[in-house]
Each structure stands twice: as structure tokens, then as C-alpha cells.
């Protein structure tokens, strides 16, 4: 009885996770506003064991894209763009780095609260792949 009780929760667990990943899947392709305080790329450093946030400032065109403050040229969502970054944040746990950007950076440089709810979860995602050594892709 252990063996298929075993079974059956682990089958019921993968169920789960599928469905979480599908209602996760579906929100990522809702509409969001760009946050005019500027965006982060996140990365782990495995070698020093810390999640790193690049912060970079943009400004929002009239369109809603995010354009480079100095050139006014829009920033694509994908590939490779050659900016410097404003600020590097790391953390050794998602709180730590959370806390460092919204408690004690003055002024917080995110300045929407959906901004600030979806960078806790890339954080938390971090974490989890810094722990387990997985790879992590930032959303």
C-alpha cells in the first residue's frame, strides 16, 4: 500500500506543478505597464553565491516603450543592448536583495508596486535556482 500511495502522490504532485506553471504561463502574457523608475536585469553569481540586479533607467515614450534617457533610442525587449547600468544590487536570499532596493535605497528606484510584486517573484525564482543549481531565466 506504501509503494501506490507513493505513486499516486507524486503523480498528484506533478499535476499541480503543471497546472501552477500553466497559470503562470497564461499571466506572462497579460499586458504591463513599464515602470518609468527604470528596469533591472537579474543574474545569479554562482561563484560568489548572490543574486545580482543591474538597474538601468529608461524614460516611457508616448507609446509606452522604454527609450534610453540619454539617446531617446527605444530599448528592445529582446537581444543584446550595449547601456551601463545605473546601480548593481546583490543579495544572498531574495528578502536581502528586496530589502536593499525598496528599504534602503532612497529614492526606491521602483516607483510601481506591480513593478516591486514581480521582481520579489524573479527573486524568489533566483533563489530557489541558486539553491538547487539550476539554470535561472528572468521572465
Known amino acids: 500500500m506504501?509503494?501506490?500511495?507513493k505513486s499516486f502522490d507524486?503523480?498528484?504532485?506533478?499535476?499541480?506543478?503543471?497546472n501552477l506553471s500553466a497559470i503562470d504561463n497564461e499571466?506572462?502574457?497579460r499586458h504591463i505597464d513599464l515602470d518609468p523608475g527604470g528596469y533591472f536585469i537579474i543574474y545569479l553569481d554562482r561563484e560568489a553565491g548572490l543574486i545580482c540586479a543591474k538597474h538601468f533607467t529608461n524614460v516611457i515614450t508616448?507609446?509606452?516603450?522604454?527609450?534610453?534617457?540619454?539617446?531617446?533610442?527605444?530599448?528592445p525587449a529582446k537581444g543584446k543592448v550595449e547601456r551601463?547600468?545605473?546601480?548593481?544590487?546583490?543579495?544572498?536570499?531574495?528578502?536581502?536583495?528586496?530589502?536593499?532596493?525598496?528599504?534602503?535605497t532612497q529614492?526606491?528606484?521602483?516607483?510601481?508596486?506591480?513593478?516591486a510584486g514581480y521582481?520579489?517573484?524573479e527573486f524568489v525564482q533566483a533563489e530557489?535556482?541558486?539553491?538547487?543549481?539550476?539554470?535561472?531565466?528572468?521572465?
Do not use: F, W
Request: charge should be negative.
Open 107 to 115: 529614492p526606491c528606484p521602483i516607483t510601481m508596486l506591480d513593478h
Open 2 to 5: 506504501g509503494i501506490v500511495s
Open 128 to 139: 530557489n535556482a541558486l539553491i538547487s543549481g539550476e539554470e535561472y531565466v528572468q521572465d
Open 119 to 121: 521582481l520579489g517573484r
Open 62 to 75: 508616448e507609446q509606452g516603450l522604454a527609450a534610453d534617457p540619454e539617446t531617446g533610442k527605444v530599448i
Open 27 to 29: 499571466l506572462s502574457k
Open 84 to 104: 551601463t547600468a545605473e546601480t548593481l544590487y546583490t543579495g544572498r536570499t531574495a528578502k536581502e536583495i528586496c530589502v536593499k532596493i525598496l528599504e534602503q
Open 10 to 18: 507524486i503523480k498528484i504532485m506533478s499535476q499541480t506543478k503543471d
